[in-house]
């Protein structure tokens, strides 16, 4: 089926779209969607999501704007200082992330990497930034699933 999903947030730097929900691993087959009625940034403590992410170019946002939808979105662990990476926030999961559409650069304290469609990054709670340098939109799709530094 070829819909928008009920879980969406749109953002002035991006907009997430919330594709499935599994409370508790190992998921039980015959449960339904377990959704939430909005976006909700972390996962269940045991479970997982699946979530479609889209980013315009960033010459369509202001810097200040795009650190702002991060921290909406991301709570106070966004960093917006004028010295610090644009963007950068890290989350308590691991995060599997494969580009669909477009490129984007995935960028870190040590350095970024090109992502191009196909390409798939995994991030372990470290902190990121996404960039779009390109004039077109891209998307990825994101598996969220709990973790912990331990």
């Not at 002035?12 to 969607?33: C, H, I, M, Y």
């Not at 377990?34 to 479609?52: D, H, I, K, N, Q």
């Not at 494969?98 to 990497?113: K, L, N, V």
């Amino acid at each position: 089926m070829d819909e928008t999903t009920g879980t969406r947030v749109a953002l002035p730097a991006f907009s997430v779209n919330d594709v499935w929900r599994v409370d508790a691993l190992p998921a039980v087959f015959t449960d339904g969607d377990t959704l939430e009625p909005e976006v909700e940034l972390a996962p269940p403590a045991s479970g997982l999501v699946v979530r479609l992410a889209t980013f315009p170019p960033d010459s369509e946002i202001d810097p200040a704007v795009y650190a702002a939808s991060i921290g909406n979105l991301h709570g106070e662990d966004a960093k917006a200082d004028s010295d610090e990476i644009v963007g950068l926030h890290a989350t308590e999961t691991v995060d599997i992330a494969t580009i669909i559409d477009g490129e984007i650069y995935a960028i870190y304290e040590t350095g970024e990497t090109l992502l191009r469609p196909g390409d798939t990054v995994i991030n372990r709670g470290n902190k990121h930034a996404w960039s779009n340098r390109t004039d077109k939109p891209v998307t990825m799709v994101a598996v969220m699933v709990a973790g912990t530094k331990g």
